[in-house]
């Protein structure tokens, strides 16, 4: 496992006082990717059930337009909607960096250019407070000069238990060292989701193997006498479409995408687009609108908190049920087997939400009306004792009613 693990020496530079941590509780922030709200009651998962029964529970959480991972795991650990840190989508472009992210490529992953806020591991490291990641979105940035004290690089193919192995470790490690912020990633329920649709026996599967990583970590967590608060969230929900020409909204046919002064980046469920002639492309593609809006930047709904140059000069949005793709193609024998995705408007779309379950020393327990995910981080930074930076989006009092001293 160590092989994995990097050990942050920035820390130096900021000259922090780590004699206060002793004093902090424990959050383990776990993300089980793309488990959507009702998955509990779909599927009768044992352990999630155990502790949702146990802890206080949202009926969903919403996730920030887009609901995308990238976007919405950073949004969790800054309190800012994705337009205002930065990550706007799992891909996008800069148009003053002259420089397209994609959460594939790891040179502009690691690139601190592209981040904003101060993610929960740094606000704790600032404040005297060790933290580590196994896995999170921005993790793998030095952003502001800043890593998490552990970290590691993202492999899918790392086994669930082992991330839990290590949290335990990190866990067991001596106080001066011990990180009291850790975050927790799981990718196997968005996977299948994507797969094989919302109904499907394979989702359901994926579901309960989810669950018997959750009854192990807490069972591992049992074996460590510390205040562990234990946070279960997910980025968004899933929604079921079908595999057939109709489905898609192909981009190649609305304008001419081989024109290089246009560059587009789709995420399936919208588009964005740069181009210095957005007043007539937009013209062109809004006569062709079916299933889908054109968004000039300026005209995007308020909520989206999307007026940013890296959301696109215009923004082409699905109707949920259909799915953006570049070109058209052919569908051979996959035609009309379900699959899922996401990236809808989750302020429309209930498919979209997804999970808060908390259990812990400091968490009262009930059932919490659904809530945008921006009230996550100053949550978190409350139970830890830390003071939230200006101006994030997140407010304590969304969740002020499930804290306990
Ligand atoms: P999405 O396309 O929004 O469904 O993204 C989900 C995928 O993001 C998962 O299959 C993960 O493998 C991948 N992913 C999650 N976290 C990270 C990360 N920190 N770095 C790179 N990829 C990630
Ligand atoms: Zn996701
Ligand atoms: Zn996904």
Redesign the pocket.
């Given at each position: 496992m160590k092989r994995f693990v990097f050990f942050c020496f920035c820390l130096l530079a900021w000259n922090v006082d780590y004699a206060q941590q002793k004093y902090t509780p424990y959050v383990i922030l776990v993300s089980f990717?793309?488990f959507r709200y009702d998955y509990v009651s779909k599927f009768n998962p044992p352990n999630f059930k155990e502790f949702i029964n146990k802890g206080a529970a949202a009926e969903g959480m919403i996730p920030s337009f887009p609901s995308?991972?990238?976007p919405n795991?950073y949004t969790l650990v800054t309190g800012l909607y994705p337009g205002h840190h930065g990550l706007v989508d799992?891909s996008f472009y800069d148009p003053s960096l002259h420089k397209l992210y994609s959460?594939?490529d790891k040179s502009v992953?690691s690139d601190t250019a592209f981040y904003g806020g101060t993610p929960l591991w740094q606000l704790a490291q600032q404040q005297g407070i060790h933290a580590a990641s196994f896995?999170?979105?921005?993790?793998?940035a030095p952003i502001k000069g800043m890593m998490p004290d552990y970290s590691l690089v993202?492999n899918?193919a790392v086994p669930n238990e082992e991330r839990v192995n290590q949290t335990i470790t990190w866990l067991k490690l001596p106080e001066e060292k011990r990180p009291h912020f850790i975050s927790l990633?799981f990718?196997l329920v968005?996977?299948e989701g994507?797969k094989s649709g919302t109904n499907s026996d394979d989702l359901r599967k994926a579901v309960w193997k989810a669950d018997s990583v959750l009854g192990y970590l807490v069972n591992q967590l049992n074996t460590v006498d510390l205040p562990v608060n234990i946070i279960l969230v997910s980025?968004?929900g899933m929604y079921e479409l079908k595999q057939e020409e109709a489905t898609y909204i192909v981009l190649s046919k609305l304008y001419d995408a081989t024109d290089t002064s246009i560059i587009t980046s789709n995420g399936g469920t919208q588009a964005h687009i740069y181009t210095r002639k957005a007043d007539s492309l937009y013209n062109v593609i809004k006569k062709q609108e079916s299933h889908f809006k054109v968004y000039k930047r300026s005209t995007m709904p308020k909520a989206w908190h999307y007026n940013v140059p890296r959301a696109g000069d215009l923004l082409i949005v699905a109707e949920p049920g259909y799915y953006i793709q570049d070109k058209a193609r052919a569908f051979g024998n996959l035609k009309s087997t379900a699959f899922g995705v996401?990236?809808y408007d989750p302020g429309v779309v209930k498919e979209m939400r997804g999970i808060f379950y908390a259990m812990g020393p400091n968490i009262k327990p009930g059932t919490i009306k659904p809530f945008e995910n921006v009230h996550v981080y100053p949550f978190v930074a409350h139970i830890l004792g830390l003071k939230t930076p200006a101006g994030i989006d997140g407010d304590f009092n969304v969740l002020k009613a499930y804290y306990k001293r």
């Amino acid at each position: 496992m160590k092989r994995f693990v990097f050990f942050c020496f920035c820390l130096l530079a900021w000259n922090v006082d780590y004699a206060q941590q002793k004093y902090t509780p424990y959050v383990i922030l776990v993300s089980f990717d793309g488990f959507r709200y009702d998955y509990v009651s779909k599927f009768n998962p044992p352990n999630f059930k155990e502790f949702i029964n146990k802890g206080a529970a949202a009926e969903g959480m919403i996730p920030s337009f887009p609901s995308k991972t990238f976007p919405n795991h950073y949004t969790l650990v800054t309190g800012l909607y994705p337009g205002h840190h930065g990550l706007v989508d799992n891909s996008f472009y800069d148009p003053s960096l002259h420089k397209l992210y994609s959460m594939k490529d790891k040179s502009v992953v690691s690139d601190t250019a592209f981040y904003g806020g101060t993610p929960l591991w740094q606000l704790a490291q600032q404040q005297g407070i060790h933290a580590a990641s196994f896995f999170w979105v921005g993790s793998e940035a030095p952003i502001k000069g800043m890593m998490p004290d552990y970290s590691l690089v993202y492999n899918e193919a790392v086994p669930n238990e082992e991330r839990v192995n290590q949290t335990i470790t990190w866990l067991k490690l001596p106080e001066e060292k011990r990180p009291h912020f850790i975050s927790l990633y799981f990718s196997l329920v968005d996977s299948e989701g994507h797969k094989s649709g919302t109904n499907s026996d394979d989702l359901r599967k994926a579901v309960w193997k989810a669950d018997s990583v959750l009854g192990y970590l807490v069972n591992q967590l049992n074996t460590v006498d510390l205040p562990v608060n234990i946070i279960l969230v997910s980025d968004h929900g899933m929604y079921e479409l079908k595999q057939e020409e109709a489905t898609y909204i192909v981009l190649s046919k609305l304008y001419d995408a081989t024109d290089t002064s246009i560059i587009t980046s789709n995420g399936g469920t919208q588009a964005h687009i740069y181009t210095r002639k957005a007043d007539s492309l937009y013209n062109v593609i809004k006569k062709q609108e079916s299933h889908f809006k054109v968004y000039k930047r300026s005209t995007m709904p308020k909520a989206w908190h999307y007026n940013v140059p890296r959301a696109g000069d215009l923004l082409i949005v699905a109707e949920p049920g259909y799915y953006i793709q570049d070109k058209a193609r052919a569908f051979g024998n996959l035609k009309s087997t379900a699959f899922g995705v996401h990236g809808y408007d989750p302020g429309v779309v209930k498919e979209m939400r997804g999970i808060f379950y908390a259990m812990g020393p400091n968490i009262k327990p009930g059932t919490i009306k659904p809530f945008e995910n921006v009230h996550v981080y100053p949550f978190v930074a409350h139970i830890l004792g830390l003071k939230t930076p200006a101006g994030i989006d997140g407010d304590f009092n969304v969740l002020k009613a499930y804290y306990k001293r």
